[in-house]
């Protein structure tokens, strides 16, 4: 079995400044050959089996993700849905304050026009009492 290693170095002859300056690391791909007695000795059949399971975790694990995608696809949904109830309450907020300060100014208003009438009434009964205690012009 061949594994890669990877060495860096850097040269000794450079100063601080001029690698700062550069800022390119140097490197050495190396192979090593090792043979693991206890990997040579798997046989074809024992390397199928292994893949064959490896395989079914996959297959387990690939309808497992699935599942969860569509679960999140719904939780994000949901939280769509969350999202505009929370924006149409906030719009019910802000029309309900506006609607309570024109109720607020239609009752003020309402209160004006009911102290005028009033004033309006109490001038009518005085000028109808000003006229009847009057004596007519042909009344002599």
Known sequence: MK???MATWNGSEESFEEEKEKEV?????MV???LD???SNFSD?????VFQELYEDFEKLSLK???LKRKIQELEEVKEKFSIVEISKTHFEKENEILRNE???LKQ??????????????GQKSFEMILGSQKCVFDK
């Open 109 to 122: 208003k309402n209160e004006w026009l009911t102290s005028s009438l009033s004033i309006f009434s109490c």
């Open 65 to 67: 993700n699935n599942s």
């Open 32 to 34: 090593i050959n090792e």
């Open 45 to 49: 059949e024992d390397m199928h089996d």
């Open 25 to 29: 690391a140097n490197m050495c791909f």
């Open 37 to 39: 007695e206890a990997n």
């Open 103 to 105: 109720n607020e100014i």
């Open 3 to 5: 594994k890669a290693m």
